[in-house]
């Protein structure tokens, strides 16, 4: 029977080391990583029954990156998380829905041993939907934007200024458009390929309106606040990896 392989990925050389020999010892075939970027070349070429990654890394992506390729090139795979702060409350919940577990540092190294090969005889939880951040912006946009102007009823300075619900959210749905648009697109966020028309000519409305800078920049935050907020609560499902990867 083939050894059971496993990719682990932790920038900690001495855990790393530890782990790897322990898990050498039970007869895992085991791969390193360092860093993400490493731990993703290994996920493209090669295929692995365990991923074992730290969550918190420095440089770009985190473990999370890490499990959400391993979910697109092995489906099947474990994937397990360590992470140095028990006390993640909602967003360990989030993670979990991402992840098969996680373990809390520090932990024996035989626990290690002991969790994974509990885990592989249950096997994976059943494959999660995961979406791009643009297409979660997308499906949501038309709840994203009735909390904005939820938002915007309470702010007495932008309300002095009356306008019908029409006036206020127009420009709306052609600037998540826009942004959708963006996000999808190949090119680099600046060109001019890139600019929103309809956030121009919102600005230009608003003055006419009788909008200050100030209460231009103030309606910006909360739209900002609000996209923030729909992308937490759909943290679960978003696809950490072709989120960060290049069209």
């Given at each position: 029977?083939?050894?059971t392989?496993?990719?682990?990925?932790d920038?900690?050389?001495?855990?790393?080391f530890t782990?790897?020999?322990?898990?050498?010892?039970?007869?895992?075939d085991?791969t390193?990583?360092?860093?993400?970027?490493?731990?993703?070349?290994?996920?493209?070429?090669n295929?692995?029954?365990?991923?074992?990654?730290?969550?918190?890394?420095?440089?770009?992506?985190?473990?999370?990156?890490?499990?959400?390729?391993?979910?697109?090139?092995?489906?099947?795979?474990?994937?397990?998380?360590l992470?140095?702060?028990?006390?993640?409350?909602?967003?360990?919940?989030?993670?979990l829905k991402?992840?098969?577990?996680?373990?809390?540092?520090?932990?024996?190294v035989?626990?290690?041993?002991?969790?994974?090969?509990?885990?592989?005889?249950?096997?994976?939880?059943?494959?999660?939907?995961?979406?791009?951040?643009?297409?979660?912006?997308?499906?949501?946009?038309?709840?994203?934007?009735?909390?904005?102007?939820n938002r915007?009823v309470?702010?007495?300075?932008?309300?002095a200024?009356?306008?019908?619900?029409?006036q206020?959210?127009?420009?709306?749905?052609?600037?998540?458009?826009?942004?959708?648009?963006r996000l999808?697109?190949?090119?680099?966020?600046?060109?001019?390929?890139?600019?929103?028309?309809?956030?121009?000519?919102?600005?230009?409305?608003?003055r006419?309106q009788?909008?200050?800078?100030?209460?231009?920049?103030?309606?910006?935050?909360?739209?900002?606040?609000c996209?923030?907020?729909?992308?937490?609560?759909?943290?679960?499902?978003?696809?950490?990896?072709?989120?960060?990867?290049?069209?």
């Amino acid at each position: 029977m083939a050894a059971t392989k496993v990719l682990l990925v932790d920038d900690d050389v001495v855990v790393r080391f530890t782990l790897e020999k322990v898990l050498e010892q039970h007869d895992f075939d085991v791969t390193t990583a360092t860093n993400v970027p490493e731990a993703l070349k290994h996920i493209s070429s090669n295929s692995f029954d365990v991923l074992l990654s730290d969550l918190h890394m420095p440089g770009a992506g985190d473990g999370l990156t890490v499990v959400s390729a391993m979910r697109h090139a092995n489906p099947k795979a474990v994937t397990m998380l360590l992470s140095a702060f028990p006390e993640m409350d909602a967003a360990a919940h989030a993670i979990l829905k991402q992840t098969d577990q996680i373990l809390v540092k520090p932990m024996e190294v035989m626990e290690v041993v002991k969790a994974i090969k509990q885990r592989l005889v249950s096997g994976s939880s059943a494959i999660r939907v995961v979406e791009t951040v643009a297409s979660i912006l997308e499906r949501l946009a038309k709840i994203t934007i009735q909390a904005w102007f939820n938002r915007i009823v309470t702010d007495k300075k932008l309300m002095a200024v009356s306008m019908t619900y029409e006036q206020r959210t127009s420009h709306l749905p052609q600037v998540f458009r826009d942004l959708v648009s963006r996000l999808n697109s190949t090119k680099s966020i600046g060109s001019k390929e890139l600019i929103s028309e309809a956030a121009s000519e919102h600005g230009i409305n608003r003055r006419r309106q009788g909008y200050t800078a100030a209460m231009m920049v103030e309606e910006s935050r909360i739209l900002q606040a609000c996209v923030f907020d729909t992308l937490q609560n759909n943290l679960a499902t978003i696809d950490f990896f072709a989120s960060c990867s290049p069209a």
